[in-house]
């Protein structure tokens, strides 16, 4: 994806795009490369790839959410800030916390906070389960984007969304996941509101989004411990 293919694509789904956002975009990719020399950040590492497999996809999210109402969002297993970062950059106005469990992937995201110049944006090194104790019903919004199967991060994310507030899974074609996480969401209160399917543009690569809203407070029995979690899924 061309930048010119990137502008275009970008208000097709009614974004617009500042110079600025743009250069902040570039220096994002530049740091992505460079950092991805030393450790492993992500495979893909050709610039028409990035944006369109990274920067784009992140921002797909979009279709689903209007991030102008909203006021924070968490993005859960952040890895090299996809989407969280990018949508950051997209949307300055949102108060954003980027959570993972590497603390190189914090130091890499540290340093493009700090390049960047973003302001009302945090890093959090830690376990999601361990998190979600202490942060419970605190976001509007909580994403996280291929970091697990969806009845695991139902019991990761839903605990640490408000009240009527979402958690937005962005996948490739998951609709098994999803038909194994009706008892999930059953016993955390929440349903899908919302699943968004559609292909990237020039690759044609299939991605859904399920946007699950949470109708009632979590029972504080979740989340589990992470090995509970993993040996048994809800």
Known sequence: MKKEEFIKELEKINIKITNDQLKQLEEYYNLLIEWNKV???????????????????????????????????????????????????????????????????????????????????????????????????????????????????????????KVNGYFI????????????SKNALDKLNCHIEECNSFNLPIENSNRTIIKIKKDVVTNKKFPRKYSEIKKHPL
Not at 108 to 136: A, S
Not at 169 to 178: D, L, R, S
């Open 169 to 180: 899974a962005m996948k490739g074609n998951c609709f098994e996941e999803i038909n194994n």
């Open 39 to 161: 450790m492993n950040l992500t495979g893909i590492t050709e610039k028409d790839e990035v944006y369109l497999k990274h920067f784009y996809d992140s921002l797909t999210i979009t279709k689903v959410i209007d991030f102008n109402t909203v006021e924070n969002l968490c993005d859960v297993g952040t890895g090299a800030g996809f989407p969280g970062l990018v949508i950051k950059i997209l949307f300055p106005n949102l108060q954003v916390t980027l959570v993972d469990s590497l603390n190189k992937r914090i130091n890499f995201l540290n340093e493009v906070i700090d390049k960047l110049k973003l302001q009302n944006i945090k890093t959090i090194h830690t376990r999601i389960e361990e998190f979600g104790i202490k942060n419970r019903e605190k976001y509007d919004i909580v994403v996280a984007r291929a970091v697990a199967q969806l009845d695991i991060l139902l019991e990761y994310c839903i605990p640490i969304t």
